[in-house]
C-alpha cells in the first residue's frame, strides 16, 4: 500500500476519482479504466515501462501536456486529461 | 546561474544513493539528482516497505549532508562539469567538480502481436504500478520475459492477492543448473529465491516458454503462449512481459564515456574514460542490487579521495564477477524470440512503425530515416533495444551517436542562456526536424 492512507481526491477526464496518497497519476488513470494514449494511428495505449522511459503514459495534468504519469504522484484537485 | 557540488551522483537507486552517501561522508558538497518523486530507483521503490537493507540505506541517506535534487530529469551535458535538467516547468543547471553517473536499467522489450494492448507491460512495469497504487487483488496476470525480476515481481504481485495464473521464463531448463550452481555460494539471494517461490507456489512456472500474442479489444483480454511447439489461450487481466534489463547508457554516451560491449567502461574504481566522470550499478553490467550498491559505494570513496577504502571494497566486487556471469548466460535470448512479430506488428510504439516497415532496411539509421522508427518521444529507448536483438542492428544507444537533449525538453530549456521561467510546453525530439506540439501527430 502507498504510505498514508489518506486520500486525495482527483478529476480523470473531468470525473472525480479517489485515491490513496502516493498514487501515481498512472495507477489513477488505469483505475478508472481509461487507456492512456491514442497512438499515432489511433490505437488506445497504456503504461509500458512504469519509469519515465517509454511516454506511452503521458497526459495532460494541469493544462501541462506530455507529462509521464507514472512518475508523477496524484494530488489533491489535480485535473488529468488523456488523448 | 548553476549550483556547483563538488561531487554530483545522478540516478537515486541503490548504486546512486551508496555512491552520495559515501563520497558525502567525507564533508564534500554532494548532490543526488534523479528524475522519480521519491530516492529509491526501481529496485526500493516506494510505496511498500522494500526491504531492511532499503530502509537501511535510505535512512543512511537522509542522514547524510547529501543534497537531494528529486524530480529532476537531466536532459544535457551542455559542457564539461554541467549537467541541464528539468523539472516539470523548471529548468535548472547543476555544475559539478565530479560526476558519479548511476542511471540505473530499464526493461528490454520484445513485440508480438498484440503487445501495444494496454495492461500488457513490463513485469517491473507492473509491479511499479502496483507500488504506486493499483489495486491488483483478485486480477488475472501473466508473468513472462526472462530474468530472476520475473519470479520477484510474481512472488510481490501474489502477496498483494493477484492470482498469478503463470510465470514463462524464455531460459530452457538447462540455462538455469549454472545459475542455480552460483546461488548456492549466495546464501542471501538462494533464500530470496526460496521465499519467491514459496509466494508463487501453486503458480505454473513453464520454462522454453513465451507469448507469442496478446488479444483483446480496449484492452488485453488473453495470452497465448507457446512452449515446445504447443499453443495454448491464457485468459488474464495483465501480462506483465519484459524480457531482463537493458542499461541506460543515454547520458554516459553523451558524455562521452567508452561504452563496450553494450556496458560503460570502467576500471577498478569505477572511473570512465572521461577524466572525473564514474559509473556505477546497472550501467557497468547488470549485476542486481549487491553488485550496484558495492559499484555505488567504491565511486563514491574513490570521487571523494578516499582511495584506501575505494579499493578494499574493489577487491570484494571481483567476488560478484561471477553472479554478473551467470545471470548474463541464463537471460541470453533465445533465436526464436527474433520471429515473434508479424509484418504488421508495431515495432516502434511511438511512430507506430511495422516490423515489416522497419525490416527493409539495411541498418538502424536508415530505417529511422525512412520510416521514422526511433524518433518518437522515447529516442529510440524501446525500439532501438528491440531492433538490436530483431535485426542485429546497432542502434545509438551504444555508441557516439547520442545527441542533447537526452530526454524530449521544453524549447526553453535548449537555449544556451536559459531562462528558467519561461513556458513553452511543446517537446523537441533530437534527431527530428519536428517538434512534438499539443496533439501527438
Redesign the interface.
Known sequence: ???STRSVVLKVNGLPVT??S???V???I??TGS???T???G??????????????C?ARIDG???QRT?????SQGMEVHT? | MSEHFDILVVGAGPAGIAAAVSASDSGKRVGLVDDNPAPGGQIWRSGASPGAEADQWLTKLNASSAIRLQGWRVIDHPERGRLRAERSQECREFSYGQLILATGARERFLPFPGWTLPNVMGAGALDAMVRGGLPIAGKRVVVAGTGPLLLAVAAHLSRRGAKVVAICEQARPGRFVPFAAHLLSEPRKLLQGVSYLTATRGTQFYTGCWPIAATGGEKLESVTLERSGTKWDVRCDYLACGFHLVPNLELAGLIGCRIDDGFVSTDELQRTSVEDVFCAGEPTGIGGVDVALLEGRIAGFAASGRITEAVKLAQRLKRRVGFVRALRDLTALDPKLKKLAAGETIVCRCEDVSYGAMRKHAGWRAAKLQTRCGMGPCQGRICGTAAEFLFDWRSDHDDSHVRPPVFPAMVSSLRTTHINTEHDDSLIVPGTSTSISKETP
Not at chain 1, 497504456?46 to 511516454?55: A, D, Q, S, Y
Not at chain 1, 507514472?70 to 496524484?74: G, K
Request: negative net charge; aromatic residues 2%.
Open positions: 500500500m502507498p504510505e485515491v490513496a502516493g498514487t501515481t498512472a495507477a489513477a488505469l483505475m487507456s492512456i494514449r497512438s499515432v494511428t490505437e488506445p495505449r497504456g503504461p509500458l515501462c512504469g519509469m519515465g522511459i517509454c511516454f506511452e503521458r501541462i501536456e506530455h507514472c512518475q508523477i504522484l496524484c488523448s
